[in-house]
Nanobody, 123 residues
């Protein structure tokens, strides 16, 4: 399975970005998808995740109410709509392919990772 993330960029505080992550290859089971992020000098942290059906989502407290995760299974693509961005949202964002249909906030529950896309929020 290969994951290709896109949509990152430079935005002013208060602005919005939409990240996309397309999965290709042999996606043989009903998989959840997650978004994680890593800021400079910090460890990778969970941001959002969505179940295979799209009916269950999880968010980190730091992004709840501002970020929305969604997916289009016909396109094997997951999205992360990020609104009201803050400078502290600056990080490399990674999408990940889950081992289970139910979403997880734990990185070890994801088997494949995208290459990351840079999001920079200026103050």
């Amino acid at each position: 399975v290969q994951l290709q993330a896109s949509g990152g960029g430079l935005v002013q505080a208060g602005g919005s970005l939409r990240l996309s992550c397309a999965a290709s290859g042999r996606t043989v089971h009903s998989y959840s998808m997650g978004w994680f992020r890593q800021a400079p000098g910090k460890e990778r942290e969970f941001a959002a995740a969505i179940s295979w059906s799209g009916s269950v989502t999880h968010y980190a407290d730091s992004v709840k109410g501002r970020f929305t995760v969604s997916r289009d299974n016909a396109k094997n693509t997951v999205y992360l709509q990020m609104n009201s961005l803050k400078p502290e949202d600056t990080a490399v964002y990674y999408c990940a392919y889950g081992r289970w249909a139910s979403p997880s906030m734990v990185g070890s529950d994801y088997d494949y990772w995208g290459q990351g896309t840079q999001v920079t929020v200026s103050s």
